[in-house]
């Protein structure tokens, strides 16, 4: 088999393991949050940040929950990195933005965060800082989950079928689950475009 039929096989493998009762348990949490007129707060790191940019367009157009990823504003995530440094940035911009009960965090992570090791430790401390208010949290994460899978209240972990391509599947199927959440029918608020075109 050639890598290409390797690398599929693999993403054929994990789209069938994948936990579908945690997928509907996050839909629900989610159905909440907007109920509630809650806000959602993507947060995620390198190329999962990148894909936290793409899902608060999705959650807040298709879903119409008020959704928001601190990433998004580069000014903003450099100042408080120089100022307060990188293990702050998250949980502080989220002090500023009043965390409430009624929010939610979803974060995007391949390892899900660990202190121990010094891995995205600003994410750690931004879901210490969402428990302490008592706001919902919900993960899409790779490996073990890490310390999203230890308190999310519904957390989705793509299972590891090749340690050495653990980042690119996480960070893949990220996308693959938040497209299905937008597309959930407890979700779904609004036609995309493409689909509502006649005759295409």
Known sequence: MSFSQHFLAEVSKIAGALDT?????????LADIRSQQGRLFVL??????????????????ITGIETYAPTDNVSELTARTNDEG??????????????????GILIFSVGGGNLEEQVSPNLVKALQYAKSVGSK???IVGRD?????????????????????VTPHSEAFQA???????SHP???????????????
């Open 137 to 139: 949290i919900v993960g």
């Open 44 to 61: 995620g790191v390198g190329g999962s940040a990148a894909n936290a940019s793409h899902a608060v367009n999705d959650f807040r157009k």
């Open 86 to 103: 990188w293990a702050a940035v998250f949980e502080s911009w989220l002090r500023v933005s009043r965390l409430q009960p009624r929010d």
């Open 21 to 29: 009762n945690a997928t509907e348990r996050i839909a629900g949490i």
């Open 176 to 182: 693959v689950i938040w497209h299905l959440l937008v």
């Open 145 to 165: 989950g890490g310390y999203t899978a230890k308190v999310a209240d519904a957390c989705v972990i793509i299972p590891t079928v090749n340690p050495v391509h």
């Open 186 to 200: 407890s979700l779904k608020a609004h036609q995309t475009k493409w689909e509502s075109v006649p005759g295409r």
